[in-house]
C-alpha cells in the first residue's frame, strides 16, 4: 500500500476529522483534494501540521479553509520558524559536552594511527642545503634599514 504523503497525512486528514467530507460531490472530490496537494507539496510535514493547527484555533464556521488560506498559514509558519532558528544562540564553549575518558581514548587511538600512517606512506625528507647566512649590509643597501619599516597594521 502506498505511504501517504505530508499533504495527506496532515492536511486533508485532518480536516475531514474537524470540517466532514467537502461539500463539493462525489466526482470532485479527488480534485478537491489534489488542489490542496498541489498547492502544499512543497511544505514539510512539521511545517504543514503547525498551519493546520493555526487554521483549526482560528477558524469560526464549519467550513474547509481555501486553499489560499492554508497556503497562507503555511508561509506565515515558515517565517516563524526562521526567526525562531534565527533567534536561537550557538552554544557556547561551556555549554558543549566535555568527551569522556572512553571518547578521548579512542580518538587518541585514531589520531595515533593516522600518524603512523602518514609517517610510513610519506616520502623520506629530502636533503636540503641549509641555507647561507645573508648579509646585513647587503639588504640594508638595496632596501634601507629594517627598523625603518613600520610595523604590520602601520602601513
Same mark, same amino acid.
Given at each position: 500500500m502506498k505511504k501517504p504523503n505530508a499533504v495527506d497525512a496532515v492536511v486533508v486528514a485532518r480536516f475531514v476529522r474537524q470540517y466532514?467530507? #467537502? $461539500?463539493c460531490g462525489a466526482n470532485d472530490t479527488q480534485r478537491?483534494?489534489?488542489?490542496y496537494r498541489r498547492a502544499l507539496k512543497f511544505s514539510n510535514e512539521e511545517t504543514l501540521s503547525r498551519a493546520v493547527d493555526r487554521i483549526i484555533d482560528t477558524?469560526?464556521?464549519?467550513?474547509w479553509p481555501t486553499v489560499g488560506e492554508v497556503v497562507s498559514a503555511a508561509k506565515a509558519v515558515v517565517a516563524e520558524m526562521v526567526?525562531?532558528?534565527?533567534?536561537?544562540? #550557538? $552554544?557556547?564553549?561551556?555549554?558543549?559536552?566535555r568527551p569522556d575518558p572512553e571518547t578521548r581514548a579512542r580518538v587518541d587511538l585514531m589520531v595515533k594511527g593516522t600518524l603512523a600512517y602518514l609517517k610510513a606512506?610519506?616520502?623520506p625528507a629530502a636533503n636540503l642545503p641549509t641555507p647561507k647566512a645573508t648579509d646585513r649590509n647587503a639588504w640594508e643597501k638595496r632596501f634601507g634599514r629594517f627598523e625603518?619599516?613600520?610595523e604590520e597594521g602601520q602601513r
Open positions: 466532514g467530507i #467537502p $461539500p478537491f483534494f489534489d488542489e477558524q469560526e464556521g464549519r467550513f526567526a525562531e532558528e534565527r533567534a536561537r544562540k #550557538p $552554544p557556547t564553549y561551556e555549554e558543549y559536552a606512506k610519506s616520502p625603518d619599516y613600520p
